[in-house]
């Protein structure tokens, strides 16, 4: 009876052992699921982020193209306020020259008529 007694007191043993092992077991299982809960939130974090920068790169992209729009336009307004420039640059030579002529007939005729 006493090899009985001891086999029962090993098995008695090994039950509270696996007890223990149990009562982990739960305890790991319970940390897993918290940490699956905080991964879901993790991931829905990163998907509303990939949104965000998703929409700052198109908005990005927008401005960009808005931007090259406005350098085309400015680029030809420019052109051609430099081209009016030349023109009135001109203009404004010619005048100086017909000015300086008037002035030298002018001269001229003062002389003739003796008016100097």
């Known amino acids: 009876m006493e ?3 001891q086999i ?10 696996l007890g223990e ?3 982990k077991l739960d305890e790991h ?4 699921g918290e940490h699956d809960k905080k991964l879901e939130e993790h991931s829905a974090q990163f998907r509303e982020n990939k ?4 929409a ?3 908005g990005q992209e927008y401005l960009k193209a808005e931007m090259d ?6 680029a030809k307004e420019f052109g051609d306020v430099k081209e009016k420039i030349d023109v009135v640059s001109t203009n404004l030579d010619l005048l100086r020259e017909d000015t300086w002529a008037n002035k030298v007939d002018i001269r001229r005729i003062k002389n003739t008529m003796g008016m100097e």
Do not use: C, S, V, W
């Open 69 to 74: 729009g406005m350098k085309i336009a400015n």
């Open 21 to 23: 092992h149990g009562e």
């Open 29 to 32: 299982t319970r940390i897993l």
């Open 51 to 54: 949104e965000i920068l998703h």
């Open 56 to 58: 700052l790169m198109t």
């Open 3 to 5: 090899k009985e007694e």
């Open 8 to 17: 029962i007191g090993m098995l008695e043993q090994i039950m509270g052992t």
